[in-house]
């Protein structure tokens, strides 16, 4: 009896430990000091980025998938262990009707590795509600459109991200860019010339929801 009281204590202490270790998303990085600390989106800040974006131009058309994955861990070795929620999501690219691009599989077979927020080709770090150019999020872009290559292996191009800025709750600018520093052993490979790299793109929002992952 005493045994089961103290593991029922032990619960309840817990569980206050974690909802006092909880903050709003918008309060990352907490002065610096994560650690131990759930930076959960509780007035919905990420619902904006979410959903189904889309650019078109001539016969041309992108689309972002855009997700809300909650309570993602981070282990940094000077801030230490925290979580928050982020955006995912994966992009289609078409040319004339023909899919030339679709990051979906890549996403899926990467679906657990949960920090990598741009392992289906896009993602967001971001506290921010995307209008104050002071604080625009960063946009973090996979060209699939282009190779280049590590011990042997081609693989798309990534490198620094862009900036994603909302001109009205559903249309925003982003930069599909992949500058700085690129780590590669071989050429580069250009597999599709026409895709829009290395500029800013207006998309708008066609639906406020993603289809399923599945």
Not at 10 to 35: F, K, W
Not at 121 to 150: A, H, I, Q
Not at 168 to 188: K, S
Request: proline share 6%; hydrophobic share 35%.
């Amino acid at each position: 009896m005493m045994k089961k009281l103290f593991i029922y204590i032990l619960l309840i202490a817990t569980s206050s430990t974690v909802a006092q270790t909880q903050l709003p998303l918008e309060a990352y990085p907490n002065g610096g000091n994560p650690d131990g600390i759930y930076f959960k989106d509780v007035n919905d800040i990420l619902d904006a980025y979410t959903g189904t974006w889309q650019w078109t131009e001539g016969n041309k058309e992108l689309t972002f998938y855009l997700y809300k994955d909650e309570e993602v861990t981070f282990v940094n070795p000077i801030r230490g262990t925290y979580q928050r929620d982020v955006v995912f999501g994966y992009y289609v690219y078409t040319e004339g009707g023909n899919v030339l691009i679709d990051t979906k599989p890549d996403l899926l077979a990467d679906i657990d590795n949960r920090v990598s927020i741009d392992r289906g080709g896009v993602g967001m770090l971001t506290t921010t509600n995307g209008y104050d150019p002071e604080t625009l999020p960063s946009f973090y872009f996979v060209d699939y459109s282009r190779r280049n290559c590590s011990n042997g292996v081609e693989h798309p191009i990534s490198g620094d991200p862009g900036l994603w800025v909302f001109l009205n709750a559903t249309t925003a600018r982003v930069a599909l860019i992949t500058g700085g520093i690129l780590y590669t052993t071989c050429d580069t490979t250009v597999l599709h010339a026409s895709f829009p790299i290395n500029q800013g793109i207006t998309i708008n929002k066609i639906s406020n929801t993603a289809p399923p992952l599945d």
